[in-house]
């Protein structure tokens, strides 16, 4: 090769990887799915930590939750990850697929659109076959993707891909994940914070809510997750999201802020529950802790949001909500 080849071949690389850099700061994928109902409220259903053939109470969690869905017509479900367990999907003709989610999740008012994150057990699997469009052309109800926007008109749900953010995935050795796509990290992590960041920043939306896998803060046995204590959590703060949902911990939880009306709450009660662990929380945040199955449902209108908390018996064990003129609890 001569000098002028090799320094050709150095400018067509240098090219290319600003172009892929570019194309990854690109914007987050974005859904539009407005409110249907005539006085343009939404509601929707949580649910997290689910995927287990129907076992640990997820068959009955699931009925529970298509009640509740007929009651308040669901506009949608998002899941919060760890979608089937233990370790993902091997691939997008996986059976785990039909037995841990359509056969599960059958009752007509959970035939809406679903809005799922991946959490880790989802990256110990095959992560290109949860994201496949494989999977929405056997079930047209199931969309999984990492990081991604749904708009709904006076509220915005930003998705956060949260797994690549915890160290201890990258060095534990009992267990092998599936970077592809994430590689190399920092650059993936630094973009996905600056994609966050932008959207929350360019929203109209009346209500910002983040959703993710992982808490930021909890009282279970994960507890808080520092990483995106430190990284994603001043970000949401300061561009003032209303609520950050997450599932990981195998619970139903709401930890309120002091310092501003940022609500962090967790439904991660779809199937195997009942850890028994729980850690001291100054009860001055801690609004709600329930160690079972169940989940969660969210209804907003211009003015005011609610949340409610229901077990596998379908009760209401714990409801919130805040007004945006007023911030009143209740
Ligand atoms: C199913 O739910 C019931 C009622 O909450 C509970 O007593 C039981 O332990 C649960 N079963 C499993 C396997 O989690
Ligand atoms: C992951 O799943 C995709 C989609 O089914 C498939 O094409 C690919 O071969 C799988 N990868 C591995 C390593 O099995
Ligand atoms: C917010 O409103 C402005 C002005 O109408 C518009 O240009 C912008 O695209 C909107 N942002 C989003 C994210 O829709």
Known sequence: MTMKNITYATILLMVYAVAATVNVVAELQR??????????????LVIGDWGRRGLYNQSYVAFQMGKVGEKIDADFIVSTGDNFYEDGLVNDQDSLFDESFTQVYTVTSLQKQWYSVLGNHDY?????????????????????????????????????????????????????????????REEYLSN???????????????????????????????????????????????????????????????????????????????????????????????????????????????NEISVAFYNVFGEIIHSWRTSKYTHMDS
């Open 31 to 44: 859904f539009e799915h407005l409110p249907t109902k005539a006085d343009g409220s939404l509601d929707i």
């Open 192 to 302: 996905v914070l600056k994609e966050v960041d932008m959207a929350l920043e360019e929203s109209n939306a009346t209500w910002k809510i983040v959703i993710g896998h992982h808490t930021i803060f909890s009282a279970g046995s994960h507890g808080n997750t520092q990483e995106l204590v430190d990284q994603l959590l001043p970000i949401l703060e300061a561009k003032d999201v209303d609520l950050y949902i997450n599932g990981h911990d195998h619970c139903l939880q709401h930890i309120s802020s002091q310092n501003s009306q940022l609500q962090f709450l967790t439904s991660g009660g779809g199937s195997k529950a009942w850890r028994g662990e729980v850690n001291q929380w100054d009860p001055k945040e801690m609004k709600f802790y329930y160690d079972g199955q169940g989940f969660m449902t969210l209804r907003v209108t211009d």
């Open 124 to 184: 110990r699997g095959n992560v290109s076959a949860q994201l496949s469009p494989t999977l929405t052309h056997k079930d047209s109800k199931w969309l999984c993707l990492r990081s991604f926007i749904v708009n709904s008109g006076i509220v915005e749900f930003f998705f956060v891909d949260t797994t690549p953010f915890q160290d201890k995935y990258f060095t534990e050795e009992e267990h092998t994940y599936d970077w592809s796509g994430i590689l190399p």
